[in-house]
């Protein structure tokens, strides 16, 4: 709409058919609402898509890629024309489209250094990151500064986990091997073995194993392949960790914990975690499989 930066009825206009999904004061909350995504790829980049468009007045952005073209099977803001350039520019250029008022900030490599600041001023926080040191940090600035983390797994099926600030975080629940390690000196191979360790939560609490190429899985856990990707699920996670954003801010409660859960479309059903006896026996196998897949 030309000229939206000026009207004063724009707001109102482009979400009046919320209204009926949400009331007027749940709107109100969304458009005061601050929310900070970090990478905007994949399941990052359709998830501030949704916020930005739900109302949410006060966002900010962060990544440190550029758009390739193996990004254009599932990323929300990659285009032909949009290849080389970076991602959390375009999208930038992206969200102002569709809402020119908003509140919008930019950032870079940067975004590491100002984590506590960011977690101060944005709390809610989702993660779209797929850096590990990264994102042990990231989830140490929310803790410390009491914002909550909305996250999904690395998963052939969509997930959403939603950890407050009292809860785990996934370092500790998942046992990384990177607790007590500063963010910034943790290896590659501590690196490796948390991806593994989520890798395992995976496989042992869903049905994950049956919906995605086990080799490949393998191949991609031991870093010999870059991560697989499917629109329908990087998307769909994508709107999951919208809503529990939505959610959160307008004061609704939802089932979802520090532990998450997939949704299995196949099956048309949710899938959540284990019982502790089954998921230690599970778990067993898994990690037997596991060890078998990565030799």
């Known amino acids: 709409m030309e000229g939206s930066e000026l009207n004063p009825d724009f707001y109102a206009e482009m979400t009046t058919r919320n209204l009926g999904f949400v ?15 970090a990478g905007v790829g994949g399941m990052g980049g359709a998830c501030v898509q949704m916020l930005v468009r739900a109302g949410v007045g006060k966002i900010a952005i962060a990544d440190i890629d550029t758009f390739e073209i193996s990004n254009l099977n599932r990323q929300i803001f990659a285009f032909n024309d949009t290849i080389d350039r970076p991602k959390a520019e375009v999208t930038a250029e992206g969200l102002r489209r569709i809402n020119p008022q908003l509140d919008l900030t930019v950032l870079g490599a940067e975004w590491t250094d100002r984590l506590d600041e960011l977690a101060r001023d944005y709390p809610i926080i989702v993660n779209g990151c797929d850096d590990v040191a990264a994102t042990v940090e990231l989830y140490r600035a929310a803790q410390r500064c009491g914002a909550a983390v909305i996250d999904a797994y690395a998963s ?43 890798i395992e939560w995976v496989l042992t609490h869903s049905s994950s194993h049956a919906h995605v190429d086990l080799q490949a899985a393998a191949e991609m856990a031991a870093g010999k392949r870059k991560r697989m990707s499917f629109a329908p699920m990087v998307v769909t996670a994508g709107a999951l960790m919208a809503g529990e954003a939505l959610s959160l801010i307008m004061g609704r409660r939802t089932r979802t914990d520090c532990r998450g859960w997939f949704l299995n479309v196949r099956d048309a059903c949710v899938e959540r975690p284990l019982p502790v006896p089954l998921a230690w026996i599970k778990g067993w196998v898994v990690r037997r499989m596991m060890k078998r897949l990565l030799a």
């Not at 785990?168 to 290896?187: A, F």
């Open 156 to 198: 052939p099926l969509p997930s959403v986990i939603l950890v407050r600030p009292g809860d785990p975080r996934p370092e500790e629940r998942l046992g990384y091997p990177t607790r007590s390690t500063p963010w910034r000196d943790i290896s590659a191979d501590q690196a490796g073995d948390a991806f593994l360790k989520e």
């Open 23 to 37: 009331s007027p004061e749940e709107q109100e909350r969304l458009r005061r609402a601050a929310v900070f995504v």
